[in-house]
T-cell receptor, first 112, second 114 residues
Framework: GIQVEQSPPDLILQEGANSTLRCNFS?????LQWFHQNPWGQLINLFY???GTKQNGRLSATTVATERYSLLYISSSQTTDSGVYFC??????????????FGKGTKLSVIP | DSGVTQTPKHLITATGQRVTLRCSPR?????VYWYQQSLDQGLQFLIQ???????AKGNILERFSAQQFPDLHSELNLSSLELGDSALYFC?????????????FGSGTRLTVV
């Protein structure tokens, strides 16, 4: 099956710093999403980004599908950004069947 | 509120028991997916239902089963529970046709088997 690799696995930032998280995937995909799992376990959808660039406040994401990678940028980080960031890719298994394959995540800790 | 509702939020049960997790998808979404998140396996796809029919199966154990009802809510049944089944179980939904929003996840059910 498809492989999804995220880097770095762990990241500690001082509040106000910027960061870039990377997601590499091993095969062509229909779609790609970035999620934030907060300390309470909730999975929050950040971006649906099969290709191109999107921005939402201090967060932005870029996916280069032809080169099989995506980047998530966090600017001016805040303590509330702490948690685990997951990249997930979707493949079409045929006949309307879909599934998301998740990477192992990047654990971000933002310290005051 | 993501629009996907999962109940219960927490569940503690003994080994050998059976539990049922419930999910109501976002309004208008026909597809429901179940995922398991454990410390050692990460987030894994279990099963997909579309408008009442099973569409895709992932790493779902034979002790586990699911169904989607005519009102589109779904239930995940876990039986003969083992300690290793302790995990966070997520339900997600997605729309048909235009998939521009991707998957929306519920807040999960945390299952503890003791």
């Amino acid at each position: 099956g498809i492989q999804v690799e995220q880097s770095p696995p762990d990241l500690i930032l001082q509040e106000g710093a910027n960061s870039t998280l990377r997601c590499n995937f091993s095969d062509s995909v229909n779609n790609l999403q970035w999620f934030h799992q907060n300390p309470w376990g909730q999975l929050i959808n950040l971006f649906y980004i099969p290709s191109g660039t999107k921005q939402n406040g201090r967060l932005s994401a870029t996916t280069v599908a032809t080169e099989r990678y995506s980047l998530l940028y966090i600017s001016s980080s805040q303590t509330t950004d702490s948690g685990v960031y997951f990249c997930a890719v979707e493949q079409d298994s045929g006949a309307g069947s879909y599934q998301l394959t998740f990477g192992k995540g990047t654990k971000l800790s933002v310290i005051p | 509120d993501s629009g996907v509702t999962q109940t219960p939020k927490h569940l503690i049960t003994a080994t050998g028991q059976r539990v049922t997790l419930r999910c109501s998808p976002r309004s208008g979404d026909l597809s429901v997916y179940w995922y398991q998140q454990s410390l050692d396996q990460g987030l894994q796809f279990l099963i997909q239902y579309y408008n009442g029919e099973e569409r895709a199966k992932g790493n779902i154990l034979e002790r586990f089963s699911a169904q989607q009802f005519p009102d589109l809510h779904s239930e995940l049944n876990l039986s003969s529970l083992e300690l290793g089944d302790s995990a966070l179980y997520f339900c997600a939904s997605s729309g048909d046709g235009y998939r521009g929003y991707g998957y929306t996840f519920g807040s999960g059910t945390r299952l503890t088997v003791v």
